[in-house]
T-cell receptor, first 110, second 114 residues
Framework: GEDVEQSLFLSVREGDSSVINCTYT??????LYWYKQEPGAGLQLLTY?????DMKQDQRLTVLLNKKDKHLSLRIADTQTGDSAIYFC??????????FGAGTTVTVRA | EAQVTQNPRYLITVTGKKLTVTCSQN?????MSWYRQDPGLGLRQIYY???????DKGDVPEGYKVSRKEKRNFPLILESPSPNQTSLYFC?????????????FGPGTRLTVT
């Protein structure tokens, strides 16, 4: 079955890098995603990586994918207070289904 | 503006009283889906629809019904709500296929069943 796991909380100092880790189980996933949920809002797609890639960089965001270990990470450089949110890792099971992790609550402290 | 809207945003109701949460999208998307979000469990898919009149169960469909009579609307129906359906509900839509790369989420409906 599908099971995506991630740690529940991360506290980081403003200006430092944040690293959020995720493990998944479905080795046939085509895409892996990171979503951001700000307080009181819906989910917003932050970035994604195709399964044949090892790394993807987009401004302050770096996604690393280790297919052998089924491990995905999201690094946020120079973390700002506006980065405080819940971050969800998700894998595509097929064209109609995503499997989400429980979400990591990132708190940025001054 | 491209968006997914849900109504109501907040609802407190009692056990057994039928309710409907509406979802509407203005992007002509074929695919729509309902999720529930619970602390420590993330998002779990309730039902999804690949197009008009085509729906299928997700991971947690028990106690819910859906319909897709028009492309833009995908209401979630709780015929007899129970306290374990207290949750935060999200509707989402995207183009068909492409592994849901452009999935848009609504703002959420917080439901409390007493």
């Amino acid at each position: 079955g599908e099971d995506v796991e991630q740690s529940l909380f991360l506290s980081v100092r403003e200006g430092d890098s944040s690293v959020i880790n995720c493990t998944y189980t479905d080795s046939s996933s085509t895409y892996l995603y990171w979503y951001k949920q700000e307080p009181g809002a819906g989910l917003q797609l932050l970035t994604y990586i195709f399964s044949n890639m090892d790394m993807k960089q987009d401004q302050r965001l770096t996604v690393l994918l280790n297919k052998k270990d089924k491990h995905l990470s999201l690094r946020i450089a120079d973390t700002q207070t506006g980065d405080s949110a819940i971050y969800f890792c998700a894998e595509s099971i097929n064209d109609y289904k995503l499997s989400f992790g429980a979400g990591t609550t990132v708190t940025v402290r001054a | 503006e491209a968006q997914v809207t849900q109504n109501p945003r907040y609802l407190i109701t009692v056990t057994g009283k039928k309710l409907t949460v509406t979802c509407s999208q203005n992007m002509n998307h074929e695919y729509m889906s309902w999720y529930r979000q619970d602390p420590g469990l993330g998002l779990r898919q309730i039902y999804y629809s690949m197009n008009v009149e085509v729906t299928d169960k997700g991971d947690v469909p028990e106690g819910y019904k859906v319909s897709r009579k028009e492309k833009r609307n995908f209401p979630l129906i709780l015929e007899s709500p129970s306290p374990n359906q207290t949750s935060l509900y999200f509707c989402a839509s995207s183009k068909a296929g492409a592994s849901l790369l452009e999935q848009y989420f609504g703002p959420g409906t917080r439901l409390t069943v007493t």
